[in-house]
């Protein structure tokens, strides 16, 4: 067993959105390279409840020790429609998760932070916040780009007491999510994107901080 997967063994990930095609994927390519992970999903953790948030890190804490690595990956169901037939409730379904479900797990943790536990935050974006938007996903995407915003001033607080933050945005995943699947444009399996969180949760990533990483097969070149 080389060093770093010495290391990997003392590590405990929580994985937010771990009953998802990319959190499930992640959980388990983690377990086989020897990290300890917690499954966090709708039914343990809701991410837009503080208190349920709150008390699901509070019992990881106690259990099975400080998280050090935090992948963000849940989603509200995707319901392709156009703008004009949507209402705010849509949209705030999203945020809630999204930009709301983070805030609440980085307040869970941020004492362990502000004591100097080095925490690496793992965050699942999309390439549709990059370039020109596709039709029928206004509330989906609007509430990304309110996660991306957060995560690139979260990277920023975290980097002060040696706590980091990556994103991943990648294209079309070949998850239930996947409604439409655009033709001509690569669709990455949940496992390629799990091997790009594995090494963003080893120590060669470690002057990795606010970095957004396409992984996308090239599509938001055209």
Not at 151 to 178: D, Y
Request: proline share 5%.
């Amino acid at each position: 067993m080389n060093k770093d997967s010495n290391v990997a063994k003392t590590k405990l990930a929580a994985i937010v959105g771990g009953a998802g095609g990319v959190g499930s994927a992640t959980a388990k390519l983690l377990k086989e390279q020897g990290y300890r992970v917690v499954i966090l999903d709708r039914e343990n953790c809701d991410v837009t409840d503080e208190s349920s948030v709150s008390n699901a890190f509070k019992k990881i804490d106690s259990e099975e020790g400080a998280v050090d690595i935090v992948v963000y990956a849940p989603s509200a169901p995707v319901i392709p429609k156009p703008v004009f037939h949507k209402h705010w409730d849509d949209f705030s379904k999203h945020l809630d998760v999204q930009a709301k479900g983070l805030f609440f797990v980085f307040s869970a943790l941020s004492k362990s932070i502000i004591s100097g536990h080095k925490i690496k935050f793992i965050i699942l974006s999309t390439e549709y916040c990059i370039g020109t938007p596709p039709l029928l996903l206004s509330d989906y995407i609007t509430a990304k780009y309110a996660l991306l915003g957060l995560s690139k001033c979260l990277s920023v607080e975290l980097a002060r007491f040696n706590s980091a933050l990556a994103i991943i945005s990648p294209g079309p995943i070949n998850t239930k999510l996947l409604t439409n699947p655009p033709l001509g444009l690569k669709i990455s399996e949940p496992e390629e994107i799990a091997k790009i969180i594995l090494f963003l949760a080893n120590n060669e990533s470690k002057s990795l901080n606010g970095a957004n990483i396409n992984v996308n097969g090239g599509s938001t070149m055209f």
